[in-house]
């Protein structure tokens, strides 16, 4: 069974300028949840997405938004970038809570996006 | 409200020598907890999760986790440190609230010397 995907695995953006990122979940896997990996704050969420809404959302500005599709896919983007946006976006799937049990979460080997 | 506290954010041992990271958690409902490990320039792979099953869970490459109500505690031992195990570990915990955000500790990086 393939693992998240995400893609691009590298970014380069300037002060300003939007960026969208892709995430392709596990087959089966119906929730997908972001994260934002940094240096100085650790990792910290971002956004969840199950059946196309918007379960949960962590504390970040508007100017980071997601959507998911109905094939399960997910992109988030972050328009009007800062440099403090340089991260690694890291994406993770998983079962529906209604399949019981905790929520293991797996995760795509991420996004490395640098604002310059 | 629910945190994550991971002690010590390097960690050296040397090759063949006991690991132990330690992870302490905030939660006001019984929680879920997990350990993810980190190589470079990779994603995060499940090293174990604690579900309520069993207080000493066993994970992935030797590693096992004993959960401790009474002291908020979820600490990751492996009796013998190898070099592949180098990497960054990290506690994470979450509710059965229905909803999958994990809160995450600011990680343990484990050094393992020759």
């Known amino acids: 069974k393939a693992g998240v995907t995400q893609t691009p695995r590298y970014l380069i953006k300037t002060r300003g300028q939007q960026v969208t990122l892709s995430c392709s979940p596990i087959s089966g896997h119906r929730s997908v949840s972001w994260y934002q990996q940094t240096p100085g704050q650790g990792l910290q969420f971002l956004f969840e997405?199950?059946?196309?809404?918007?379960?949960n959302k962590g504390n970040f500005p508007g100017r980071f938004s997601g959507r998911q599709f109905s094939n399960s896919r997910s992109e988030m983007n972050v328009s009007t970038l800062e440099l403090g946006d340089s991260a690694l976006y890291l994406c993770?799937?998983?079962?529906?809570?209604?399949?019981?049990?905790?929520?293991?979460?797996?995760f795509g080997p991420g996004t490395r996006l640098t604002v310059l | 409200a629910q945190s994550v506290t991971q002690l010590g954010s390097h960690v050296s041992v040397s090759e063949g020598a006991l690991v132990l990271l330690r992870c302490n958690y905030s939660?006001?409902?019984?929680?879920?907890l997990f350990w993810y490990v980190q190589y470079p320039n990779q994603g995060l792979q499940l090293l174990l999760k604690?579900?309520?099953?069993?207080?000493l869970v066993k994970g992935i490459n030797g590693f096992e986790a004993e959960f401790k109500k009474s002291e908020t505690s979820f600490h990751l031992t492996k009796p013998s440190a190898h070099m592949s195990d180098a990497a960054e570990y990290f506690c994470?915990?979450?509710?059965?609230?229905?909803?999958?955000?994990?809160?995450f500790g600011s990680g343990t990086r484990l050094q393992v010397q020759p």
């Open positions: 939660s006001s409902v019984p929680p879920y």
């Open positions: 993770a799937s998983s079962l529906p809570q209604w399949a019981g049990g905790p929520n293991e979460q797996f």
């Open positions: 994470a915990v979450s509710q059965d609230t229905g909803r999958r955000a994990l809160t």
């Open positions: 997405y199950f059946s196309e809404t918007q379960r």
């Open positions: 604690y579900t309520s099953a069993a207080t």
